[in-house]
């Protein structure tokens, strides 16, 4: 069903179906995780990304969209998003962003995260870090709040704590505007937007049926980017390094559910005073 403002409201059973999705794309970047060390390849990645999500039966959200060459997007250090997996070797100290969709009887699931290779700078760990809980500051948000506009002073109050404690050498983390997150359902990228930063428009009201992807994308120096010749991948224009983590979450009747986590955000949504409603 689509409301006037061309939002896709689900069913339960169509929530339960991209709940399937979800878990699928959570094993696969599981797997993944437990594949990144210094020398595995970025296509090999890919590969395991693949197999994953082929043995469960669904299929991958990312071969072929618009064009896109692969299953993943691995970014690493100053790429932002997009980045195309082949044959370069992660290194000890990288900073690697992998973001992942599967479907299932044509509804999506997509997630993403950020992790720092073996022993890194501790700077880019506290990156990954922020970033990360970020995103789920604008989880809780959706729980909480009546606008959508919520997402982004939550994201943006956790950079500012960041500052504040003196993250980063004292400078405050890029907030990527550029890149956003988005409704997600029988497309991939729905309407609305879920924008990581601060906007005196409220947005659309927050209702039940809504599934949406939360993807903060922070980084070490200035917010501005640039896509490189493959036309996809994103870097930071200053060469600092970025950090991207993404949930799909479905809004019900009883409260929100993290689609992509196998726990449906119960750990650290519970940890922030918001209970988890089952799918």
Same mark, same amino acid.
């Given at each position: 069903?689509?409301?006037?403002?061309?939002?896709?409201?689900?069913?339960?059973?169509?929530?339960?179906?991209?709940?399937?999705?979800?878990?699928?794309?959570?094993?696969?970047?599981?797997?993944?995780?437990?594949?990144?060390?210094?020398?595995?390849?970025?296509?090999?990645?890919?590969?395991?990304?693949?197999?994953?999500?082929?043995?469960?039966?669904?299929?991958?959200?990312?071969?072929?969209?618009?064009?896109?060459?692969?299953?993943?997007?691995?970014?690493?250090?100053?790429?932002?998003?997009?980045?195309?997996?082949?044959?370069?070797?992660?290194?000890?100290?990288? &900073?690697?962003? /992998?973001?992942?969709? +599967?479907?299932?009887? *044509?509804?999506? !699931?997509?997630?993403?995260?950020? %992790? @720092?290779?073996?022993?890194?700078?501790?700077?880019?760990?506290?990156?990954?870090?922020?970033?990360?809980?970020?995103?789920?500051?604008?989880?809780?948000?959706?729980?909480?709040?009546?606008?959508?506009?919520?997402?982004?002073?939550? &994201?943006?109050? /956790?950079?500012?704590? +960041?500052?504040?404690? *003196?993250?980063? !050498?004292?400078?405050?983390?890029? %907030? @990527?505007?550029?890149?956003?997150?988005?409704?997600?359902?029988?497309?991939?990228?729905?309407?609305?937007?879920?924008?990581?930063?601060?906007?005196?428009?409220?947005?659309?009201?927050?209702?039940?049926?809504?599934?949406?992807?939360?993807?903060?994308?922070?980084?070490?120096?200035?917010?501005?980017?640039?896509?490189?010749?493959?036309?996809?991948?994103? %870097?930071?224009?200053?060469?600092?390094?970025?950090?991207?983590?993404?949930?799909?979450?479905?809004?019900?009747?009883?409260?929100?559910?993290?689609?992509?986590?196998?726990?449906?955000?119960?750990?650290?949504?519970?940890?922030?005073?918001?209970?988890?409603?089952?799918?």
């Amino acid at each position: 069903m689509l409301g006037r403002d061309r939002i896709e409201y689900k069913s339960t059973e169509q929530i339960r179906v991209m709940r399937r999705a979800g878990l699928v794309v959570a094993d696969a970047l599981a797997a993944v995780r437990a594949a990144i060390s210094p020398g595995t390849t970025t296509a090999e990645l890919d590969t395991v990304a693949r197999d994953v999500i082929e043995s469960a039966g669904a299929t991958p959200s990312f071969l072929g969209y618009h064009g896109y060459p692969a299953v993943l997007c691995v970014s690493v250090n100053d790429e932002i998003v997009h980045g195309i997996p082949g044959p370069r070797e992660i290194a000890e100290g990288d &900073v690697v962003s /992998v973001d992942c969709g +599967a479907i299932v009887d *044509g509804w999506h !699931g997509d997630s993403a995260f950020s %992790v @720092v290779v073996g022993e890194g700078d501790p700077a880019d760990l506290e990156l990954v870090e922020t970033t990360e809980a970020a995103m789920w500051a604008g989880i809780a948000a959706l729980a909480t709040g009546d606008r959508l506009s919520g997402v982004g002073h939550a &994201v943006e109050d /956790v950079v500012d704590l +960041a500052l504040a404690a *003196g993250k980063n !050498g004292g400078q405050r983390y890029g %907030v @990527v505007q550029e890149y956003v997150g988005h409704g997600i359902g029988s497309a991939m990228h729905q309407a609305p937007e879920v924008l990581n930063y601060r906007v005196r428009d409220k947005g659309p009201r927050l209702r039940p049926g809504m599934c949406l992807a939360v993807e903060p994308m922070l980084v070490r120096g200035e917010r501005f980017t640039q896509v490189l010749e493959d036309d996809w991948t994103v %870097v930071t224009d200053d060469g600092s390094r970025a950090a991207h983590w993404e949930h799909s979450v479905a809004l019900t009747p009883a409260g929100v559910c993290v689609l992509t986590a196998h726990d449906g955000g119960a750990a650290e949504l519970g940890a922030r005073g918001v209970t988890v409603a089952a799918p």
